[in-house]
């Protein structure tokens, strides 16, 4: 009897110690990444939003100075980054394409004609993440657990799913606009789960805008905004003017990617994350799981119409109660204090061309193909060659070096003579030599931007840098890429277990995310990760 009490002991004793080796974690993680979000919507909407939503999230950590620490400024760059706490010199997503030299044509970050779609017909799913170099965050947890936790990638945009889930996720799912089906790749799986036809078969898109697209509040009430009808905003498919109300319920019916440029586009992508959720039991299990989300909408509406528009502050609007009813739906779920959300954003947005020219600040744009064509025009004038240009992507330009080998030409002078031109460009601010960017006479922030954007196995060879307010594109609209503050100053937001309450209002960046999450669980960092822990635990 004596002896089976001692056996009791150690056993209850050796219980209690494994217990304390366990590290304490969260029962779900949940990332949401908003596209397109510039930091100062916090703010600029304020008085407008509810209090479940983003106020709710910034009574957590608020890191109100975090910054991205590459350029360009884009959407496959910043979910890589966000996971892997990496920058693409060392994950390789250096763009949402880039031109590779091998093949002669220009890749999509997440292409891969090894895999097929899954639960469409489509080429949607011709995709999985064998592009990035590194670990993500999410990798690690899966490591850290010997694959027992689940991760789960959701997002509009196929990169923005599966970027973020990393190489070992048990699911990456994304918006097929043709089929109007949420979907998968064959990298993951052979069919999808029952829950997520069943979510499809509701045939949610067209319900979502069965009223149309009018404003949240009374039109009157968008202070924030400019009037609604600028001629530097583009049209929705089927109208003639940029103005509401927005008559999209045709245009989603026949065409349901219509959805996504649109603030339901956001509510579909948190409605199928609850699905998940629910589908998959997450956050019921032993082991934490993670679930990656992005709400895309915003970055469509904000190239369509730009960040000063109503469509813009109403997109924001309605993501702050969409957020909101969310975080409530995980309260009751999941449990409040059990799980952990932190929210931020994958670039900002400049101001509209139009929208700054007409407030007389300095504004332009450019066309790739038109540099192409001026580099190629001015080479072959000065070296008596032509086809020296390859291509334009993501800001840099690509030189067809076997050409200039072929001609037996300096390599060299080439690229400085090229450097030389294109400064003489209106709007250029630099135009950098990347075979010579460790030496660059640049402000510090900006040469390591470009230091940290470049790959040297997928880079171009020219890097052009244009001066604040110029932009690429049309000239309506508007977009982003830049290595200033409008595009690289992003919100981070902490809420839930193991946070703390508070404001930080130190430098923080991009690549700090996925390191403060390694501590947070007590896990190894991701394998290219550069960033530092931010001290927000409790």
């Known amino acids: 009897m004596k002896n089976?009490?001692?056996?009791?002991?150690?056993?209850?004793?050796f219980t209690t110690f494994s217990q304390e080796l366990t590290p304490p974690r969260p029962k779900l993680v949940i990332g949401i990444v908003v596209d397109q979000m510039r930091w100062d919507y916090l703010y600029r909407y304020a008085d407008k939003y509810g209090e479940k939503g983003f106020k709710r999230l910034q009574k957590g950590y608020n890191c109100e100075?975090?910054?991205?620490?590459?350029?360009?400024?884009?959407?496959?760059?910043?979910?890589?980054?966000?996971?892997?706490?990496?920058?693409?010199?060392?994950?390789?997503?250096?763009?949402?394409?880039?031109?590779?030299?091998?093949?002669?044509?220009?890749?999509?970050?997440?292409?891969?004609?090894?895999?097929?779609?899954?639960?469409?017909?489509?080429?949607?799913?011709?995709?999985?993440?064998?592009?990035?170099?590194?670990?993500?965050?999410?990798?690690?947890?899966?490591?850290?657990?010997?694959?027992?936790?689940?991760?789960?990638?959701?997002?509009a945009k196929d990169r923005a799913a599966i970027l973020p889930a990393?190489?070992?996720?048990?699911?990456?799912?994304?918006?097929?606009?043709?089929?109007?089906?949420?979907?998968?790749?064959?990298?993951?799986?052979?069919?999808?789960?029952?829950?997520?036809?069943?979510?499809?078969?509701?045939?949610?898109?067209?319900?979502?805008?069965?009223?149309?697209?009018?404003?949240?509040?009374?039109?009157?009430?968008?202070?924030?905004?400019?009037?609604?009808?600028?001629?530097?905003?583009?049209t929705t498919k089927g109208e003639d003017r940029p103005i509401f109300p927005h008559m999209v319920l045709d245009a989603v019916t026949k065409d349901p990617g219509v959805l996504i440029a649109t603030p339901w586009g956001n509510t579909m992508t948190l409605d199928f994350a609850r699905a998940v959720i629910d589908g998959e039991r997450m956050g019921k299990g032993t082991f934490t799981d993670f679930l990656t989300i992005s709400c895309s909408s915003t970055d469509y509406i904000g190239h369509q119409f730009g960040p000063n528009s109503v469509e813009a502050e109403d997109g924001m609007l309605r993501l702050d109660r969409d957020l909101g009813e969310f975080l409530s739906y995980l309260d009751e779920t999941i449990g409040a204090g059990n799980y952990t959300v932190f929210l931020t954003a994958d670039h900002g947005v400049s101001h509209a061309q139009g929208f700054n020219l007409s407030h007389k600040m300095p504004a332009g744009s450019y066309l790739g193909d038109s540099l192409v064509k001026m580099s190629t025009a001015f080479l072959r004038?000065?070296?008596?060659?032509?086809?020296?240009?390859?291509?334009?992507?993501?800001?840099?330009?690509?030189?067809?070096?076997?050409?200039?080998?072929?001609?037996?030409?300096?390599?060299?002078?080439?690229?400085?003579?090229?450097?030389?031109?294109l400064l003489t460009l209106k709007g250029m601010s630099k135009v950098i030599d990347l075979s010579q960017v460790s030496t660059l006479s640049l402000p510090a922030p900006y040469r390591e931007m470009i230091m940290n954007g470049y790959n040297q196995k997928r880079s171009g060879d020219i890097q052009v840098v244009y001066e604040p307010g110029y932009m690429e594109g049309f000239g309506k609209g508007s977009t982003h890429s830049a290595v200033y503050s409008y595009d690289s100053h992003i919100p981070l937001l902490w809420y839930g277990w193991g946070v703390k309450a508070g404001h930080d209002y130190s430098q923080t960046y991009m690549t700090d995310i996925a390191a403060t999450l390694a501590a947070l669980l007590h896990i190894q960092e991701p394998n290219g990760c550069v960033g530092k822990p931010i001290l927000l635990m409790k």
């Open 381 to 421: 004038q000065k070296y008596g060659a032509d086809s020296l240009v390859e291509r334009y992507t993501s800001m840099q330009l690509y030189l067809n070096n076997t050409a200039i080998k072929r001609s037996n030409l300096d390599a060299i002078a080439i690229r400085r003579d090229l450097v030389e031109y």
């Open 166 to 234: 990393g190489h070992s996720a048990n699911a990456a799912y994304f918006f097929d606009g043709e089929s109007g089906n949420w979907v998968s790749s064959s990298y993951y799986m052979d069919t999808l789960p029952k829950w997520t036809n069943d979510f499809n078969a509701k045939k949610m898109p067209a319900k979502y805008v069965a009223n149309n697209w009018n404003t949240l509040l009374d039109i009157k009430a968008y202070t924030e905004s400019t009037s609604d009808d600028e001629p530097y905003e583009r």
């Open 4 to 13: 089976i009490f001692l056996l009791g002991l150690v056993l209850a004793t």
């Open 65 to 155: 100075n975090t910054h991205i620490p590459y350029v360009p400024t884009t959407t496959g760059p910043g979910h890589t980054c966000v996971y892997t706490g990496s920058v693409p010199a060392i994950h390789g997503i250096i763009g949402n394409e880039w031109y590779d030299r091998a093949s002669g044509s220009v890749v999509n970050c997440i292409s891969d004609d090894t895999c097929h779609t899954i639960g469409a017909s489509g080429k949607e799913g011709k995709a999985s993440p064998h592009r990035l170099l590194t670990t993500t965050i999410t990798d690690e947890l899966r490591l850290a657990t010997n694959f027992h936790s689940k991760v789960i990638g959701i997002g």
